[in-house]
């Protein structure tokens, strides 16, 4: 048995206050029980002046289910003005309380101290064997497979959760994160007589991936070690996405009219994009990550006097977030990934290359060469055919800070990707 708490405030002030008392010795049995023999019960007071106190007087009561009320148990003396004592004989767990009168120096009884409330409680040791998935019977959740968060757990002295506040045997229970910092409490759903197994639900929808031990703490405060059979794993099947995807775009010039005005068009149809996106960082949120693109514009235009031609190379780093769309659990439980809607911007460069104006007799102008501080923020949208093959739709805005202009582009692009 463990004593949990005690303690009253004494003398004048008579509040109520809470002290921890420790187990000595106490050893616990192949049960994970600690016998009442090898414990040591002890109470603690406060008193602000014990230096004009001969001895303390403790008066016991234990709470009764059946009539609701109070009987007195136990009536201790201290040999000293010490403010703790030692309960001979070991109270059977229970409800309790306790009230203490003090001795004055010449041996009177001064008035008691206000009724403090405590318990007892057997020393269960809670034991996890396993904890388990239900629909894979591992103890390793993928976010791709099921979303109903049920987990069963096994082990010993497991027990209900406290449903009377005069209830002495009683658990709680919570996931706690092996990185720190994490901490959820689980949905009881069932739990057995024998206190060996619980199943439990967690809410998917506000956990993050990770590493878990559940513990279980009984009444009496004791917990399950954190050790491997503990451990449940929240992960994804892929925890890293790399993504590559090329085709056709065809870019719009919106503003700025330089480009039209010696190429009579704000539209190149002679266009192409590559992409690659690499996600490192998976999230219930979302997953996170970066991307590089790349565009290649063939640029040519004619006029009555001239014409005109020149290579736009255009590269972008971008931040990239994607939220991934999937079908509802199939009969084996796999949630089919068919879509992922993506964000991105960042900055990058537009490479005005070899441009050159051609006149009449093979008269050919300098080649201007002109690398430019780029801008891009865009959008795309991602659905998958297979597990590995996409096609997706990438719209980019991207704004080119050149000496004496500013240029805005829409590219609107179609490619066809695969994720490895």
Same mark, same amino acid.
């Given at each position: 048995?463990?004593?949990?708490?005690?303690?009253?405030?004494?003398?004048?002030?008579?509040?109520?206050?809470?002290?921890?008392?420790?187990?000595?010795?106490?050893?616990?049995?192949?049960?994970?029980?600690?016998?009442?023999?090898?414990?040591?019960?002890?109470?603690?007071?406060?008193?602000?002046?014990?230096?004009?106190?001969?001895?303390?007087?403790?008066?016991?009561?234990?709470?009764?289910?059946?009539?609701?009320?109070?009987?007195?148990?136990?009536?201790?003396?201290?040999?000293?003005?010490?403010?703790?004592?030692?309960?001979?004989?070991?109270?059977?767990?229970?409800?309790?309380?306790?009230?203490?009168?003090?001795?004055?120096?010449?041996?009177?009884?001064?008035?008691?101290?206000?009724?403090?409330?405590?318990?007892?409680?057997?020393?269960?040791?809670?034991?996890?064997?396993?904890?388990?998935?239900?629909?894979?019977?591992?103890?390793?959740?993928?976010?791709?497979?099921?979303?109903?968060?049920?987990?069963?757990?096994?082990?010993?002295?497991?027990?209900?959760?406290?449903?009377?506040?005069?209830?002495?045997?009683?658990?709680?229970?919570?996931?706690?994160?092996?990185?720190?910092?994490?901490?959820?409490?689980?949905?009881?759903?069932?739990?057995?007589?024998? /206190?060996?197994?619980?199943? *439990?639900? $967690?809410? &998917?929808?506000?956990? =993050?991936? +990770?590493?878990?031990?559940? %513990?279980? !703490?009984?009444?009496?405060?004791?917990?399950?070690?954190?050790?491997?059979?503990?451990?449940?794993?929240?992960?994804?099947?892929?925890?890293?996405?790399?993504?590559?995807?090329?085709?056709?775009?065809?870019?719009?010039?919106?503003?700025?009219?330089?480009?039209?005005?010696?190429?009579?068009?704000?539209?190149?149809?002679?266009?192409?994009?590559?992409?690659?996106?690499?996600?490192?960082?998976?999230?219930?949120?979302?997953?996170?990550?970066?991307?590089?693109?790349?565009?290649?514009?063939?640029?040519?235009?004619?006029?009555?006097?001239?014409?005109?031609?020149?290579?736009?190379?255009?590269?972008?780093? /971008?931040?990239?977030?994607? *939220?991934? $769309?999937? &079908?509802?659990?199939? =009969?084996? +439980?796999?949630?089919?990934? %068919?879509? !992922?809607?993506?964000?991105?911007?960042?900055?990058?460069?537009?490479?005005?290359?070899?441009?050159?104006?051609?006149?009449?007799?093979?008269?050919?102008?300098?080649?201007?060469?002109?690398?430019?501080?780029?801008?891009?923020?865009?959008?795309?949208?991602?659905?998958?055919?297979?597990?590995?093959?996409?096609?997706?739709?990438?719209?980019?805005?991207?704004?080119?800070?050149?000496?004496?202009?500013?240029?805005?582009?829409?590219?609107?692009?179609?490619?066809?990707?695969?994720?490895?």
């Amino acid at each position: 048995m463990l004593l949990l708490l005690c303690g009253a405030a004494f003398a004048k002030e008579k509040k109520s206050d809470v002290i921890v008392s420790v187990i000595e010795d106490a050893v616990e049995d192949e049960n994970g029980i600690i016998p009442a023999e090898e414990t040591w019960q002890f109470l603690e007071w406060i008193d602000d002046y014990p230096q004009y106190v001969l001895r303390y007087e403790v008066v016991i009561e234990q709470f009764d289910k059946k009539t609701k009320s109070y009987k007195e148990a136990l009536t201790l003396e201290t040999e000293s003005n010490e403010t703790r004592i030692r309960i001979v004989p070991n109270l059977k767990p229970g409800n309790y309380r306790f009230k203490v009168c003090a001795y004055n120096l010449i041996g009177l009884k001064e008035e008691y101290s206000e009724w403090c409330d405590f318990s007892i409680y057997i020393a269960y040791k809670p034991r996890v064997s396993s904890v388990s998935v239900n629909v894979n019977h591992s103890n390793t959740f993928y976010f791709e497979e099921l979303n109903d968060g049920i987990f069963t757990v096994k082990g010993n002295n497991l027990f209900e959760l406290q449903s009377d506040p005069d209830e002495i045997t009683f658990s709680s229970y919570a996931l706690v994160s092996q990185s720190g910092g994490r901490r959820y409490v689980p949905e009881i759903v069932s739990h057995d007589d024998n /206190n060996k197994e619980i199943v *439990f639900r $967690i809410d &998917l929808d506000l956990v =993050e991936v +990770g590493k878990y031990n559940l %513990i279980s !703490t009984a009444s009496c405060g004791l917990q399950n070690d954190a050790d491997s059979d503990s451990l449940l794993v929240l992960r994804y099947k892929k925890p890293i996405d790399f993504d590559v995807s090329g085709g056709y775009t065809f870019p719009i010039v919106m503003f700025d009219d330089t480009i039209e005005t010696y190429f009579n068009s704000k539209m190149f149809p002679l266009s192409v994009m590559g992409k690659m996106t690499f996600i490192p960082l998976k999230k219930r949120i979302g997953y996170f990550g970066i991307g590089l693109e790349a565009y290649y514009t063939r640029m040519s235009g004619e006029e009555r006097t001239y014409s005109i031609d020149g290579n736009l190379v255009s590269g972008y780093l /971008n931040f990239v977030y994607q *939220f991934p $769309i999937r &079908l509802k659990p199939n =009969e084996k +439980g796999v949630r089919k990934h %068919i879509m !992922t809607l993506e964000i991105h911007g960042g900055a990058g460069v537009e490479y005005f290359m070899n441009y050159m104006f051609h006149f009449s007799h093979d008269i050919d102008s300098e080649p201007l060469n002109s690398m430019n501080l780029s801008f891009d923020a865009g959008g795309a949208v991602s659905v998958f055919l297979t597990n590995r093959l996409y096609i997706e739709a990438n719209v980019d805005f991207c704004i080119t800070l050149i000496s004496d202009m500013s240029m805005g582009v829409l590219r609107p692009s179609v490619l066809v990707g695969w994720q490895f």
